[in-house]
């Protein structure tokens, strides 16, 4: 079944040149388009696409607002942030907003392709040119999948394994499997430790 990516571009011409490049992959679907932060959302809403190529600049709401929201409402979207910018305070602002990956936008075409088949692995990608270093305090969570950044988000809001399972759309087991890989990998060894960071790195509103 192919990927189904929807794009939110706000400059028409680079928004045309990653359709079209998408297009020529056949384990990928574009399934609409969008060039405002609202017309993201509602874009997001009705397609329930796999993955949201998401930009940050756009006008109407801004890509870190647009991917707070659909990591709410909709966390079963992949948010693929693509940015000019490689600042640490956006990477991190959009990380934590519950982006699965960072691709920087003047890097090749064909990197877009790789970004978007290895967040459907459930796993972070982030452009050569963002480095780990750059993200500072987050480099921690950057050692996680997105889907684990949800689990942990929820478990530190106090949320049950039945609670996320059932917001996520995953097993009870498949859970307590990713509570158990986010303990071993961030050195953690409780959910109270779980909480505190989380609520640390902004992964909660808690």
Do not use: C, W
Request: no cysteine; aromatic share 2%; net charge positive.
């Amino acid at each position: 079944m192919a990927i189904r990516v929807a794009l939110a571009e706000d400059q028409r011409m680079v928004r045309e040149a990653f359709g079209a490049l998408l297009a020529r992959e056949p384990d990928i679907a574009v399934v609409g388009e969008a060039a405002t932060g609202p017309e993201a959302i509602r874009l997001a809403q009705v397609q329930r696409p796999d993955v949201l190529v998401l930009d940050i600049s756009l006008p109407g709401l801004d890509g870190v607002e647009v991917a707070r929201n659909l990591s709410q409402s909709l966390p079963a979207v992949k948010v693929l942030a693509l940015s000019i910018h490689n600042e640490e305070r956006i990477v991190r602002e959009m990380l934590k907003a519950g982006a699965a990956g960072y691709v920087d936008k003047s890097s090749a075409l064909s990197e877009l392709v790789r970004a978007i088949r290895l967040v459907m692995e459930d796993k972070l990608y982030l452009s050569p040119s963002v480095t780990r270093g750059a993200l500072g305090a987050y480099a921690g969570a950057a050692l996680i999948s997105a889907r684990e950044r949800q689990v942990l988000a929820l478990l530190a809001e106090g949320k049950r394994s039945l609670q996320i399972a059932e917001k996520l759309n995953i097993s009870i087991s498949t859970v307590d499997a990713h509570r158990r890989n986010i303990m071993r990998k961030l050195g953690l060894h409780t959910v109270a430790d779980l909480t505190r960071y989380a609520i640390r790195e902004g992964l909660t509103k808690a």
